[in-house]
């Protein structure tokens, strides 16, 4: 099992960025498939990003590709959402999650544990 903490939201203007960080415990971190989904007002939680065990293997959203970058250190157990020209339609609150799986699952169903949720909010 695995617990997971979210930091690092805030108020940012448009095309500036930030960096999303999320804290795991538990010993058996590296056999988790971390991701990162996001949930704006009204809307479903939506995928955003997905690492692979050992940080080889990304998969972005289209709407996010070459804006975000996803990273993970097994050593420090933290997976990091670099997020680069943002935009008001990244308003969300943004979600970490660990899935058993295999692949690199986009589907929120397919994750196991998440975290609390950070808010980022993009002004115009």
């Known amino acids: 099992q695995v617990q997971l903490i979210e930091s690092g939201g805030g108020l940012v203007q448009a095309g500036g960025s930030l960096r999303l960080s999320c804290a795991a415990s538990?010993?058996?971190?590296?056999?988790?498939?971390m991701g990162w989904f996001r949930q704006a007002p009204g809307k479903e939680r939506e995928f955003v990003a997905v690492?692979?065990?050992?940080?080889?293997?990304?998969v972005y959203t289209d709407s996010v590709k070459g804006r975000f970058v996803i990273s993970r250190d097994n050593a420090k157990i933290t997976v990091d959402l670099e997020m680069n020209s943002l935009k008001p339609e990244d308003t969300a609150v943004y979600y970490c999650?660990?899935?058993?799986?295999?692949?690199?699952?986009?589907?929120?169903?397919?994750?196991?544990?998440w975290g609390q949720g950070t808010q980022v909010t993009v002004s115009s």
């Open positions: 999650a660990a899935s058993e799986r295999f692949g690199l699952p986009s589907s929120k169903y397919e994750y196991d544990y």
């Open positions: 690492i692979s065990r050992r940080g080889v293997s990304t």
């Open positions: 538990g010993r058996t971190y590296s056999t988790y498939i």
